[in-house]
């Protein structure tokens, strides 16, 4: 057997892939950048080297036997950040999926247990690969061992043989501790000699080979300065060296043979990828599912419905294949009840009188999944479904919405049903989706509608235990409704004005590029990273702050933090803005309206975030960016339906802070809300002890940054890269602000107490969020539980009133006879279509049925305008 054993520097590439990628982070708020990158680092490894034997090696601990050598060793490292911290538990947890072991030692550092090793499989007649972003592994390198070191990013890989070190430094391996012990190492804080640098450590090697022959040889060193410092500095260098020297004889409890690498678990990487929303990373697996439906639902095929077919019906399912139920057809429909299940073709269903008749009969009681994705389908084929009581779909995610998939099967299973295949075992998936043989697509659909009965009493039991059940049938089954109407609704969308703005676009974007090419002094491809970077960093010679396999980083973290340095900086980022809204707004918009109708029927993800807030897809409304005025303009596309029609948007003020304040009951903040003042202005007299003549928009902009960091947990890294100020300065802006508004840090006190004794948190509603992290033994875990329950009862309640007013206005707008149309939420933003006639009632509705849709210890505080478009509505 080929024997090559992989060893991968854990905490390295860990830190590596955090600071390459953006701050990602799935539906429940777990950041998650670093285990993708780490992922797709172990792909590229496993792939490329195929390891007969595997590690990963993670440092211990803060201290090492290094520490008793030089107690300022590693100094001046700053503290990991939380949103990395808390994803280390993560990054093992996939390791298990992959099958590889991973293995830490305390006092030694993940260098040392990678040169043991190594050594070790040297002897033994392996190949050994070596993978860090440390170039202090470089010592390691062998004519059997090879030190690969990322570079700039995840998979940009530097590979150091023995030839490759002595190219690029003209050093042997194991002189890389001798020019360590010269020229220091600040990342780790080694000293070194002062003055001493990379280029002097490497000359004097040449000559001399070693630091200690350097030392016995002082007086040949040409240089009176250089002498000196050689001289003084005798004792550092040789610390020096001695910390930089990477142990190789570590007492470890794994050998070589018992790294043997079998392959991964693909169940378990699923699992892992579905938790933390890796789609893509799914898609690259080998996965297969058991197609078998194990349920013994008994169920008869209809082909002429009859009222009898009916009569003991309780439940209803509606199959349809594509995601998107505004297009996609219905291809079946099952109703159960009484031990009798009927399965229907959707045509026959759909043309039966007496199908029909019962689905609209609001006194027939039914329990359905997913209430409006079922009445929309039904709805397209003239069928107005009423008498709608339960929904297992909402039910299910308000009994525990960290545990919420968007299948049947996988509802069905979280309560016990365990005998229904998921929809990608039967139908496949992507183009591959299909409707199996008749027989196996009656029984797959019969089966689901069979299990409602089930389920429906299982979920009302667990809503409840948890006294759910005013939340699921007073605010989330009505709006089940309310938002399949908006949805059915659309919203028009002014296609000339569109097409109009995306010749508009183009020209500016024709504008913006001379410009940019006359500041560059020539022209070049703006879109090409490779071109861009030639051009800001060789020609017009900025700092490159990254590099890619490919060359120079032009990513919008490197060109945000250049803007200062040169004008052409802004204009490119402003170049990508308007190009991004050209294609993935105009053009998206354009692609996504209806011909025939020049509607948008974009669809609310009602059962999605872990918070209880509404989301939308296809388009998505909510990301419509708005910092360029471009951008704001999109809106100026979105109009009534008719002429003599206005658009009414309303807006909470400062919703997420009001509640806050009336959760933490701190008096000075909610003084300010009763004042009715601003409470970013506010914030910075209280912190920095001003009056408010004396606040200025950096102090005003400072406080709002905390203001809604404080909402979302964040942490002192969070808000320096907020406000690119240093990790320090945020630390000492937050614990001001906690000091200035006592009663919030009371509040965070009592909710993570009440947090750890119940295991979860609650809203103002009584929504509910388990937070298994806020007990867990792993210190980054519990951080990141402790800021869910922080954050969660704020944002939560303010979704929960914010749906709540949408089920009051739409209430009082039925009973004061109007048509005046609710079409879409957006943040905390409601925009209805407002005939003339009715703006004066609006005016007097809306704000005081927001206003009062939930009493709070502050007032709310609604803003309302309207316009002829969604833009002169703002």
């Known amino acids: 057997m080929n024997k090559k054993l992989v060893l991968i520097d854990g905490n ?188 002097t450590a490497v000359k004097l090697l040449k000559q001399f080979h070693s630091v200690e022959a350097l030392l016995e040889s002082i007086d040949d060193v040409s240089g009176a300065k250089l002498k000196e410092k050689l001289h003084d500095n005798k004792d550092m260098a040789l610390l020096s060296k001695e910390l930089a020297t990477i142990m190789r004889n570590v007492p470890l409890d794994v050998t070589t043979d018992r790294l043997i690498y079998s392959g991964s678990n693909e169940d378990q990487l699923y699992d892992l990828f579905r938790e933390l929303e890796f789609k893509t990373l799914i898609e690259g697996l080998n996965r297969t599912e058991q197609v078998e439906e194990t349920s013994d639902v008994l169920f008869n095929t209809i082909t002429k419905p009859e009222p009898k077919h009916f009569e003991c019906a309780e439940s209803l399912y509606v199959e349809m294949i594509d995601v998107n139920y505004h297009k996609s057809p219905v291809a079946a429909i099952a109703v159960s009840g009484s031990g009798m299940t009927y399965f229907m073709t959707g045509e026959t269903a759909l043309a039966s009188d007496a199908f029909k008749n019962w689905a609209e009969e609001k006194s027939i009681r039914k329990t359905v999944f997913d209430a409006k994705r079922t009445v929309i389908a039904l709805r397209r084929h003239g069928i107005e479904l009423a008498g709608i009581d339960f929904d297992v779909f909402l039910a299910s995610y308000l009994i525990n919405p960290s545990e919420s998939p968007d299948d049947f099967a996988g509802v069905a299973k979280l309560h016990g049903e365990t005998g229904i295949a998921s929809d990608e075992a039967v139908y496949g998936k992507g183009a591959k989706r299909a409707i199996p ?34 939340l699921f049938d007073e605010l989330e089954l009505p709006l089940a409704l309310i938002l399949a109407d908006m949805e059915s609704e659309g919203v028009r969308v002014d296609m000339d004005r569109l097409e109009e703005m995306g010749a508009e676009l183009k020209k500016r974007l024709e504008e913006m590029e001379r410009t940019i090419h006359e500041l560059a002094g020539t022209e070049f491809n703006i879109n090409s990273p490779k071109q861009l970077g030639v051009i800001l960093f060789e020609k017009l010679g900025l700092p490159p702050l990254k590099k890619t396999k490919t060359g120079y980083s032009t990513s919008a973290e490197v060109l945000e933090k250049l803007a200062p340095s040169h004008e052409i900086v802004r204009h490119i980022l402003d170049y990508r803005q308007i190009g991004k809204l050209q294609s993935t707004y105009i053009e998206g918009l354009l692609k996504v309206a209806d011909p025939e109708t020049n509607k948008i029927h974009t669809r609310f993800n009602q059962a999605l975030t872990q918070t209880g807030r509404l989301s939308s897809t296809e388009p998505n409304l909510q990301n419509i960016p708005i910092r360029l005025e471009e951008g704001r303009k999109i809106r100026q596309a979105f109009i009534p339906e008719k002429k003599d029609s206005v658009m009414f948007a309303a807006d909470y003020s400062q919703i997420e802070l009001r509640v806050l304040a009336h959760i933490c009951g701190d008096e000075k903040l909610m003084e300010a809300f009763r004042q009715d003042m601003d409470i970013h202005t506010a914030t910075a007299m209280e912190v920095f002890h001003v009056g408010q003549e004396d606040v200025t928009s950096n102090m005003r902009r400072q406080a709002k940054a905390v203001n809604f960091g404080i909402v979302y947990g964040i942490s002192d890294y969070g808000l320096s890269q907020n406000l690119g100020i240093t990790r320090k300065e945020a630390a000492e802006f937050i614990e001001r602000y906690l000091n200035t508004y006592p009663g919030v840090k009371e509040y965070m006190d009592d909710i993570i107490r009440e947090a750890k004794e119940k295991g979860y948190v609650t809203t103002l509603l009584n929504r509910r969020r388990y937070i298994p992290e806020i007990t867990s033994r792993n210190f980054n875990l519990r951080s990141f539980g402790e800021r869910t329950a922080m954050n969660t009862p704020i944002q939560g309640s303010a979704a929960d009133i914010i749906k709540k007013a949408m089920i009051d206005v739409a209430e009082r707008i039925e009973k004061e006879s109007l048509t005046s149309k609710l079409l879409l939420q957006v943040h905390d933003e409601l925009i209805f279509d407002v005939p003339k006639e009715e703006i004066a009632a609006m005016e007097r509705i809306v704000p005081e049925v927001m206003e009062h849709a939930f009493e709070l210890d502050v007032p709310l505080k609604v803003d309302y305008s309207f316009g002829p478009t969604w833009y002169d509505a703002k």
């Open 437 to 470: 043989v008749e027989e196996d697509f009656a029984k797959h659909v019969s089966a689901k509608a069979e299990a409602l009965s089930r389920l429906d009493d299982t979920c009302r039991r667990e809503l409840s235990e948890n006294s759910q059940n005013e």
């Open 12 to 199: 390295s590439i860990a830190y590596r892939a955090f600071f390459a990628l953006p701050l990602l982070s799935n539906s429940k708020g777990i950041h998650t950048n670093a285990v993708y990158g780490f992922a797709m680092m172990l792909n590229k490894i496993v792939k490329d080297e195929q390891p007969s034997h595997i590690l990963v090696a993670f440092d211990a601990g803060k201290t090492t036997f290094r520490h008793e050598t030089y107690k300022e060793y590693k100094g001046t490292r700053q503290k990991t950040p939380p949103e990395l911290s808390e994803q280390f538990s993560y990054v093992r947890e996939l390791l298990k999926a992959y099958g590889i072991p991973y293995y830490e030692l305390e006092n030694y550092e993940a260098d040392d247990i990678i040169g043991t090793l190594s050594l070790e499989a040297e002897n033994n007649g392996f190949q050994v690969k070596v993978y860090s972003g440390d170039k202090d592994l470089t010592q390691l390198a062998t004519e059997k061992t090879t030190v690969c070191i990322t570079r700039k990013g995840i998979t940009d890989i530097e590979e150091y043989t023995p030839e490759h070190v002595r190219e690029k430094y003209g050093l042997t391996p194991d002189q890389i501790i001798d020019m360590k012990g010269l020229m220091g190492d600040s990342s780790d804080n080694i000293p070194g000699v002062p003055g001493i640098g990379e280029k």
